[in-house]
């Protein structure tokens, strides 16, 4: 069956546009009711479903119609509140919930919104039931002869912030460690804050008076630079920055240089291999940098690359039997700590990281010798088949010509964004961005000639 709505994370687009609508919404509310229900069929109590959201104005309005529609399919709901995607996933699997609601557009800004759908277990939903649910999206909405029921899950924040802390050893502290944390207005303004104030450290906190317009407005870990401000005019020991539904983290060291999810990946599987019984290997993806795939190398950690998105990350983490994967965007996945991408998680394994090592972010960082990389967004109003345009073909021809074998070329479509990602990596870093500019200049005529 064609997935005419779920893409690779879920369903996402510009609200008010089809199918971001809050019709759309209650109709998919129940129609994900419905599937459950016949899931379940048999079973003594109802399917729960948990709905969680992050801060941006419009997701009161989905919530409101994905909850009327769940209790018109007869599945009761918990309500989460503002929360971060991880803390969803975990808190779906800790109450057995039959599935897990995220409302969020991620790193997107406000104008945009979609949802995430986690299975009982806190995992990717099976494709088998999304397609389900696709499919009764096309039958007409018919109420249930037994309503189900709504309840607001007060405990939820805590538990999340237990939970994260948990993922330490016991006896774990960051007293005397100062950090500013950057929340991206997002859906981790309350908790982050929390845990690691929790775990001793002093915190200062930026990007936590959200207003329903302002997630990932230059802030967050899109756009580091009011975190690195924070950092070196205050001295503090390093900066942490999510995105708007805390999933993706970066880092930022005490002379303000950004320290990506590639630099954070190294850290942990280097942490892991010295300390914890070895690291079976790392997944990253396509848009990996050469040097960290070179650096785990060097430890002797194995590394494979999947296509980009989280999801190609966990396939190929589940195929290989392997803990630990990512992406160079600060999603970060730790198998053996949580079932998704965390950025709480990921921070915190990077902190213990650094003081097992006894070293300064900056002084770990430096242990990776990075090949120059540029990337470049080139906007699209359409999707454009990048492998059959003859025009695209040969102007990437031309730029591999010129990096004669010494770097790599890289183009495709964004998952979450209207964009073409174009990616040049080299030894020559002015090389490497003159050759993208041009590249990218070359995508936009083609892509300009296609409206």
């Not at 990350?313 to 630990?324: A, C, D, P, S, T």
């Not at 949580?338 to 006894?358: C, H, M, P, R, Y």
């Amino acid at each position: 069956m064609k997935r005419k709505y779920f893409g690779t994370d879920g369903i996402r687009g510009r609200v008010g546009q089809s199918p971001i609508t809050p019709d759309f919404f209650l109709h998919l509310g129940w129609a994900v009711g419905k599937v459950l229900a016949g899931e379940q069929r048999g079973e003594a109590k109802s399917p729960m479903v948990l709905i969680g959201k992050d801060t941006r104005i419009s997701g009161y309005m989905f919530e409101s119609a994905l909850e009327a529609g769940l209790i018109a399919a007869g599945v009761d709901v918990g309500l989460l509140g503002p929360m971060p995607t991880p803390g969803i996933a975990y808190l779906t699997r800790t109450f057995q919930a039959s599935a897990g609601i995220v409302i969020s557009a991620s790193h997107n800004p406000y104008t945009d919104n979609g949802i995430k759908l986690f299975s009982t277990d806190g995992g990717k939903l099976n494709d088998d039931i999304e397609s389900a649910i696709e499919a009764q999206l096309d039958q007409p909405m018919i109420t249930a002869e037994k309503l189900g029921k709504a309840r607001r899950i007060s405990d939820a924040e805590g538990r999340y912030i237990e939970f994260c802390k948990g993922s330490l050893p016991w006896g774990f502290s960051l007293t005397g460690l100062s950090i500013v944390v950057d929340c991206a207005n997002g859906a981790t303004y309350k908790v982050a804050p929390e845990v690691f104030k929790e775990l001793g450290a002093s915190v200062t906190t930026i990007g936590n008076t959200p207003d329903g317009i302002n997630i990932n407005k230059e802030c967050g870990s899109t756009d580091v630079g009011a975190l690195q401000e924070k950092v070196t005019s205050l001295g503090a020991d390093l900066g942490i920055a999510f995105d708007g539904d805390g999933d993706r983290v970066i880092f930022v060291d005490h002379t303000g240089v950004t320290v990506d999810g590639d630099d954070l990946l190294y850290i942990i599987a280097a942490h892991k291999h010295l300390h914890e019984g070895g690291c079976t290997g790392v997944v990253g993806t396509l848009m990996s940098n050469f040097g960290f795939e070179l650096a785990l190398k060097e430890l002797g950690i194995p590394f494979a690359r999947a296509k980009v998105g989280d999801r190609y990350v966990l396939e190929l983490m589940k195929e290989r039997n392997w803990i630990l994967g990512g992406e160079s965007s600060g999603h970060i996945v730790c198998g053996d700590a949580t079932t998704t991408g965390d950025g709480i998680i990921s921070a915190l394994q990077v902190l213990q990281a650094l003081q097992k090592e006894g070293k300064s972010l900056c002084e770990m960082r430096q242990k990776i010798n990075k090949t120059p990389q540029c990337m470049i967004n080139v906007p699209v109003s359409k999707k454009i088949d990048l492998d059959s345009n003859q025009g695209v073909r040969s102007a990437v021809a031309q730029v591999e010509e010129k990096l004669d074998g010494r770097g790599r070329v890289l183009l495709r479509a964004s998952g979450t964004e209207p964009v073409i990602r174009v990616m040049v990596e080299g030894e020559q870093g002015e090389l490497v961005s003159a050759l993208a500019k041009e590249l990218a200049d070359s995508v936009r005529e083609v892509v300009n000639a296609a409206v």
